[in-house]
């Protein structure tokens, strides 16, 4: 993505406010997404990044400010209004979120049969190029249990783009993977949003995924977006706090 162009945002977060009992999560935070980009939402455990992310699908709506999805305010809808949205924004959940009892094929076809008139010939032949996509060709048969946790966490991504999503949010894709599946994982959010110019909104702490993946990074800090810029420019910020996180260095 060339960032010089100016891109359409996709997300707007309006001066959000949430906290849950007395513990207060965001406190007028605002962040934009643009259509196309990969943008990576840093900051330190529990604080409430992907509190973020599920108030873009309505998993959790603000106690004020605003939500706006593709020019709409999406911040107070009632549950059936989301469903259209869900549709065009997936959520890869950090377990990966596979139905245990299904093979890894019907996992795959479970949004399809849902959601879509395909022909179960069609959807077995999505099914396959999904899996190709994810390097797990030949896998349709086996239960999740059967996988690594970095293969199933491969066959949620493939559930995730299969209903070709216009954004994808990425709940720690990397955590707990070994350098192989780490490698695959990034290499297929980079593909995506190549080939298919996919959204994708990445909550880690894996800093070097990070910044191979990312085009700008955003830290969540005491409730607000403290920093939102390229990575080159939050490589070489001046901002300590970011600077320590970036280091591993103690936060305030």
Same mark, same amino acid.
Do not use: W
């Given at each position: 993505?060339?960032? +010089? ?5 996709? %997300? ?27 943008? +990576? ?47 065009? %924004? ?21 949004? @399809? ?28 048969? @086996? ?17 995730? +783009? ?25 290499? %297929? ?56 996180? %970036?280091?591993?260095?103690? @936060?305030?």
């Amino acid at each position: 993505m060339n960032q +010089t162009q100016k891109k359409e945002n996709i %997300i707007e977060v309006k001066n959000l406010h949430k906290k849950f009992g007395e513990n207060i999560v965001y406190d007028g935070a605002n962040l934009t997404i643009q259509k196309g980009e990969v943008i +990576t939402i840093i900051g330190g455990s529990g604080i409430g990044k992907s509190v973020m992310l599920k108030h873009f699908i309505g998993l959790i709506q603000p106690d004020e400010g605003e939500v706006i999805f593709d020019g709409h305010n999406i911040s107070h809808l009632k549950e059936e209004e989301y469903v259209p949205i869900r549709k065009r %924004i997936a959520m890869l959940f950090q377990s990966g979120a596979l139905f245990d009892s299904l093979t890894v094929g019907e996992n795959l076809a479970y949004p @399809l049969r849902e959601h879509t008139t395909l022909t179960e010939e069609e959807i077995q032949k999505r099914v396959t190029e999904e899996l190709e996509v994810v390097g797990l060709s030949g896998k349709q048969n @086996l239960m999740p249990s059967d996988l690594s946790g970095g293969m199933r966490k491969r066959v949620g991504l493939a559930r995730a +783009t299969i209903l070709e999503p216009e954004m994808i949010l990425f709940d720690e894709p990397t955590t707990g993977l070994d350098p192989y599946n780490t490698r695959k994982i990034n290499e %297929i959010i980079i593909d995506l949003n190549k080939r298919k110019n996919i959204t994708c909104v990445i909550v880690t702490h894996d800093m070097e995924s990070a910044f191979e993946v990312t085009h700008r990074i955003a830290m969540v800090h005491k409730g607000k977006i403290i920093i939102e810029d390229t990575k080159e420019n939050i490589r070489n910020t001046d901002n300590e706090i970011v600077k320590g996180f %970036i280091t591993g260095e103690q @936060l305030d």
